[in-house]
């Protein structure tokens, strides 16, 4: 009996091992098909898929496989099924596509061609229909036709399915075009309708403007007004509008109500915390005083300024909340500064991030915040400033981590910087009213490297070759400047040239080069020694050739030594909105130094830029110039004296023809020049400002001439655009001259276009 029992019990435990051996093995998926897809292909189905061929089969898996095949929106119905094979499983997932966009009709679309309307839909031809997204399309063209002057254009749509394809019949009624002929304000007090109309961007009819009404425009000048009379003190304000049309709905009235409410007033401001900086110094930074009117922005402003004051003296820690307490029934604020302050912080290490070419040294050798030091406002702007100045980056930010590093006193500097291009061959034609047309071929790179093979960037130094060729002038170049020369702060360059220039009773051809060695001193100021050799020949002069030029008639060497100082505190070199630029040069030449002629000459350039808007700038320039032969020369030869007129000095007159002639009537340069040049500039668009101008200013003869009774300045006003383009900036101007000679004309256009970037 016990034998019977021990062997029932051994057959029950084999028979259980080997059916749990055969559960726990794993299924593996060896086939994966696709069945009933017409439009999706295989591929893009099984790309969704979890379950794949010599993968563990997992019902897990093959669930959410089916959900995500539902999530793509392209099908009816997904199912699956699971055959077991020799070596595994093979699963089918079974499709239902849904229908296929046949076709679009459109019906009373008349105003409007019908490939614009459906290049506004997302909806296609020969792919799978969406129902929504066919909604989405009625909604956009409903405003397209909105835009169009269409506003009570209705638009509703139609399908019909066979044969698992869709047709979609979209029907418009158009109506009439609708366009703005009245727009009120209702309820404004405080502003007059005139200043609330240059506020918002909806127009009635008009010379200027289509009338035409924009839903989405209405809804952002709703917002523009709320935000006119926050500005103003109006912080219960409230606007709404509405929509009317004349009988025939051919003409729309828009209506803003306007309920302004109460002018709110700073009744006291009460600051606290500020143990380091006496009450009125914080004071000076903010302009919430007491009946003073309150705005957000001044909030937003005050709590700025206190944290920049605190900043830019080290206490980069310290915090600025504002309390306000509102009495609605007197329309008065109680404004309460608290100020949580910190400890003098030291900068610890300065992180750079976001140079991929340029070396951390370059960048690094351009701070004025130094590891140990002081956080101190001030330099971090000028660091921003010399960086930008670089021309290597578009954007410059410093970051100040929230923690301090082991030593509680001392905080990371991180500098993140996003570079720009600053190689770029170029080539092209053009034409300036100075030298007619004009071809050139340019190879520039600001941040050049000579001993970084093969890129050749990142090192800081500046390398340009330049040819240009023209019906009046033929130009080659060779530069290449070192900002830092053996590692030290000292400037170092060459100049290799050929210029020649064919004048209207003589051609000019000048060959040779500088080198020149400058240094900073100071934040703003700089010097530079220049070294000039050059060859000039004059030849082919005409008969009617004035005696100064024939004077100079062959060749003749100059060899000169010029001294620059420089003081430039422009807040950006390559377009500047505010600062200073002041340069004088004095230049000897003569036989020291191996030339033919004697001279010196004495030139001074001064700017100022002042930044009347965000979008507006006003520059101011003086330029005047002295030069006077010595020693043998006995003057001053006429390709090294100073001529005025056209593009680059007092527009409005012809190229060079303000000054001195010659017995024939030929320019022949003075040797005492001044010209004043004002002009104010406005940005239209990123890349394009208009600019209005004045100039004034002559050239005499010599010194003698120079005197208060007999100035004869020459003035002329003016119109113009600046426009930024990927082969250079174009200049176009047109100056009306104020003192013309008889038979001579008083406008003038002036194009040009430079190559610089």
Not at 694 to 709: H, K, P, T
């Amino acid at each position: 009996m016990l034998k019977r029992i021990s062997l029932i019990i051994t057959v029950i435990f084999f028979v259980a091992g080997s059916l749990f051996a055969q559960g726990s093995a794993k299924r593996i998926v060896r086939k994966v098909e696709v069945l009933n897809n017409k439009v999706v292909s295989v591929q893009t189905i099984l790309s969704k898929l979890q379950t794949r061929p010599d993968r563990e089969y997992s019902t897990v898996a093959l669930s959410d496989d089916i959900k995500r095949l539902y999530a793509t929106g392209l099908f009816d119905d997904v199912s699956a099924e699971v055959a077991d094979i020799e070596t595994g499983v093979k699963v089918i997932f079974k499709v239902k596509e849904k229908p296929i966009l046949d076709e679009i009709v459109f019906t009373g679309q008349k105003k409007i061609k019908k490939s614009r309307l459906l290049s506004k839909m997302k909806v296609k031809k020969n792919e799978i229909f969406d129902q929504f997204k066919l909604k989405e399309d009625v909604e956009t063209l409903k405003k397209f036709y909105a835009e169009k002057g269409f506003s009570l254009v209705v638009i509703d749509y139609v399908t019909e399915e066979k044969d698992n394809k869709i047709r979609v019949t979209i029907k418009i009624e158009e109506k009439q075009r609708v366009r703005i002929r009245k727009i009120t304000f209702i309820g404004n007090k405080e502003y007059k309708e005139k200043r609330l109309l240059k506020l918002i961007k909806t127009r009635k009819k008009g010379f200027l403007s289509s009338g035409l009404f924009k839903e989405d425009v209405l809804e952002d000048d709703l917002e523009r007004i709320v935000a006119f009379y926050h500005q103003g003190g109006f912080i219960d304000a409230k606007v709404s509008s509405e929509v009317d049309y004349n009988q025939k709905k051919t003409k729309m009235f828009i209506a803003f109500n306007i309920d302004e409410g109460k002018r709110y007033k700073i009744r006291q401001v009460a600051i606290k915390g500020n143990k380091i900086f006496k009450k009125e110094e914080l004071e000076q930074t903010f302009e919430l005083t007491k009946d003073a009117t309150y705005t957000e922005e001044k909030i937003r402003l005050a709590i700025s300024n206190i944290q920049s004051y605190y900043f830019d003296r080290g206490y980069i820690a310290a915090t600025v909340k504002v309390d306000t307490v509102v009495e609605p029934e007197t329309a008065a604020v109680d404004v309460g500064i608290n100020i949580a302050e910190s400890g003098i912080a030291y900068v610890d290490k300065i992180n750079i991030e976001g140079n991929t070419r340029s070396k951390e040294v370059v960048i690094r050798r351009e701070m004025r915040l130094y590891p140990g030091d002081r956080y101190n406002g001030e330099k971090l702007k000028r660091s921003r400033q010399r960086l930008y100045n670089l021309g290597y980056f578009q954007e410059v930010t410093f970051d100040t981590a929230e923690k301090p590093t082991t030593l509680p006193d001392k905080y990371d500097l991180d500098v993140f910087v996003k570079e720009t291009k600053t190689g770029e061959f170029s080539f092209g034609a053009g034409y300036s009213s100075i030298d007619d047309f004009i071809g050139f071929v340019d190879l520039t790179q600001r941040n050049f490297d000579l001993f970084n093979f093969p890129t050749f960037t990142g090192g800081g130094q500046r390398l340009r070759i330049r040819t240009e060729l023209g019906s009046k002038r033929k130009d080659y170049e060779l530069s290449f400047v070192e900002p830092w020369f053996l590692g030290y702060p000292v400037e170092v360059g060459f100049n290799i040239y050929q210029r020649t220039r064919d004048w209207d009773k003589y051609d000019e051809k000048r060959t040779g080069f500088n080198t020149f060695v400058g240094k900073e001193f100071g934040e703003y100021w700089s010097g530079k020694l220049t070294y000039r050799y050059e060859g000039i020949r004059l030849s082919d002069l005409t008969d009617d050739a004035s005696r100064e030029i024939r004077a100079e008639e062959g060749k003749n060497n100059i060899r000169s030594l010029t001294t620059d100082i420089t003081h430039d505190s422009r807040d950006n070199v390559y377009n500047p909105t505010k600062g200073l630029y002041n340069r004088l040069s004095c230049e000897v030449a003569g036989s020291i130094f191996g030339g033919d002629k004697d001279f010196v000459k004495y030139y001074t350039q001064n700017s100022k830029y002042f930044p009347l808007s965000e979008k507006a700038v006003l520059e101011l320039e003086a330029r005047a110039g002295l030069v006077e032969a010595f020693s043998t020369t006995q003057d001053v030869p006429v390709y090294e004296r100073f001529y005025a007129g056209g593009a680059n000095t007092i527009r409005g007159y012809k190229e060079r023809r303000v000054g001195p002639e010659g017995e024939y009537g030929d320019p022949i340069g003075g040797r005492l020049m001044f010209i004043f040049n004002a002009e104010y500039t406005y940005q239209l668009a990123k890349t394009l400002k208009w600019a209005f101008f004045y100039d004034i200013g002559n050239v005499w003869a010599n010194r003698s001439q120079f005197g208060l009774d007999d100035l004869k300045l020459k003035a002329a006003v003016g119109t113009g655009i600046r426009l930024k383009t990927p082969l250079g900036p174009i200049k176009l101007d047109y100056g009306r001259a104020l003192h013309v000679k008889p038979g001579d004309k008083r406008g003038r256009f002036h194009f040009s276009m430079s190559h610089e970037f």
